[in-house]
Structure formats: C-alpha cells, structure tokens
C-alpha cells in the first residue's frame, strides 16, 4: 500500500477534529483526555494506522506513551525506552519527522527493528512535538502494512503533532496560571496575617508600627519559625488573654 491509498481527509473533518480540541483547551479536562483525542484523530485520518500515541515525559522525567489507541503502540514504545533506540526517540531528539517504508528493510535501529517485526508492524511516521524551539516529545503512528505512509501522512501528521503542541503549551500556561494564582493569594493572606499581628503587638505593648514589626522578626529569628507562623500564633492568641510576646 502506498501513500495514494491514504484517504485525505476534507478541509471540514480536519476542521472538525481541530475544534474538538479546541473544546478541550476551553474546558478543564485533563492532558490525558487532551492527547487521547489527538491520537484516536490521527487514527481516524491516517487509515493504515494501527494505532497511534504520543510520547512525552511523566513527573519522573522519564520517557512514557500517552493515549495509546492500542496495546501495540505501548510495547513498540517501551522496547524504544527499554533499548534507547527507534525512531520515535530518534524523531524526538533530532527534531525531525521520521518514516519507517518497511520495517523488514530497515537497517537503522538494528535492536529496535527486529522487536517491533516481531510485534505484526511493518510501518511507521513520528513527528516530533515542537514549541517555541524545544521538543516535548513525539507524535507516531504504526501500520501493519509496509508503505503505509507517503508525503501526504508526513504532512497530516506534522499538523497533528503541531496541535498536540498547542494543547500542551496551552495546559502548562494554565497550570501555570493557576499556581501563581495560588502563591499569590497565598503572599496576600500572609500579608494581612502580618499586618494584623502587627497591629495586635501595637495595641497591647502601645509600641509604634514599626518596632511592633521589629519584635515579630526578632520572634521569628528566636523560635526558627516563618514570619507568618509567628503572626498567625499572635492573632490566634489575641482572642486569650493578652500574653508577653
């Protein structure tokens, strides 16, 4: 089979598979549902395909599939983990596509080839997932068939990895967002436990602002303790008895 056997898809069901992506970036489902969406996409607009995924790096900093649309895309992937080599790892560190015609022919990956013949495929496409310069990973494809893929794949599957790249930034952007969001809020509550403490050790030492500020850091270098710990213990005491701070 060759590339003319791959149905090009039409303007409107690309448009289609983008705005259900697009969904995604504007709700809050996860990456995962994110990039699942993506690989069955590609699937669906690659028919030689027996299946797709995404690889990317897990909290642990080690290389994992995401959304695999079928077992055998995750044992071809982890015999690439496992080994070091294949041209999904080789698409991802050289920031190139990568077609695979036939797997039986092939000569690169000399440990790799032999598995994934083993395995029932016959082909492959990986595009590299780029953004602003660096790589996150890879998008790839798998067939069964040789000659799945021609210059009509490469290009379908660069705009999928270029979509995979849009949710990914978008998601980390967000994240992003949300922790500074969280830290900010939490420099704000901080700031008005302080200034609160603050005014207690005015009112009940009749000191000025700033010694009352004074004593609160001399507290904190004492007992080991954040400055905000030591506020929070003098407004908690001020419902008690006026105390020696």
């Not at 036939?102 to 598995?115: A, K, S, T």
């Not at 953004?131 to 999928?160: D, N, W």
């Not at 850091?217 to 007992?223: A, G, K, Q, Y």
Request: net charge negative; hydrophobic share 40%.
């Amino acid at each position: 089979m060759n590339e003319h056997s791959i149905r090009r898809p039409p303007s409107d069901e690309l448009a289609a598979a983008y705005a259900a992506a697009s969904g995604l970036l504007l709700s809050e489902h996860t990456v995962s549902a994110a990039l699942a969406v993506i690989s069955s996409l590609a699937v669906d607009v690659l028919p030689p395909s027996c299946g797709a995924g995404i690889s990317l790096l897990d909290d642990r900093g080690c290389r994992t599939t995401s959304a695999a649309t079928d077992p055998i895309v995750e044992r071809a992937d982890l015999v690439q983990y496992e080994l070091g080599e294949g041209p999904c790892l080789s698409a991802w560190a050289d920031h190139v596509l990568i077609r695979i015609d036939n797997l039986g022919r092939e000569q690169r990956w000399p440990q790799w080839v032999p598995r994934a013949v083993d395995l029932g495929l016959a082909a492959s496409l990986s595009a590299p997932v780029l953004a602003a310069g660096q790589c996150l990973g890879a998008i790839k494809v798998y067939s069964q068939r040789p000659h799945a893929y021609g210059a009509t794949g490469e290009s379908l599957l660069r705009r999928f990895a270029e979509q995979t790249s849009i949710l990914l930034v978008h998601m980390h952007t967000a994240q992003t967002a949300q922790r500074l969001s969280a830290d900010l809020q939490h420099a704000l509550q901080t700031r008005d436990t302080i200034a609160v403490a603050r005014g207690i050790l005015v009112a009940r030492h009749r000191i000025d602002p700033d010694h009352a500020y004074r004593r609160l850091i001399d507290l904190s270098e004492r007992e080991h303790l954040s400055l905000r710990q030591i506020a929070q213990r003098i407004v908690d005491s001020s419902a008690r008895p006026a105390e020696q701070q």
